[in-house]
């Protein structure tokens, strides 16, 4: 279980290295871009559940690296992907 730590922290450490030096390139707005719709998607997706779960839909997506990446890259198509595919399994 520690060598899943150290682990972590290093892939951690490794991304907040790129992450600075993208900030330094002038790739920058793109990278803020992509982390500010990354997380208004993270509270839409929960303002979306905490809806649905109100209404009595059971259909709930959750937040994890891969909705993360769609909503981050798609914007607001993506989150609109995200629960297209979960309403299309609950069909």
Known sequence: MEAYY????????????????????????????????ALAGAAGICIVNEALESQGIAVAAGINPVSLLTVGTLGISGFALIYAILFYRLL
């Open 6 to 37: 150290g682990v972590a922290a290093i892939a951690g450490i490794c991304v907040v290295v790129l992450i600075m030096g993208m900030l330094k390139q002038k790739s920058a707005g793109l990278a803020v871009a992509f982390v500010l719709r």
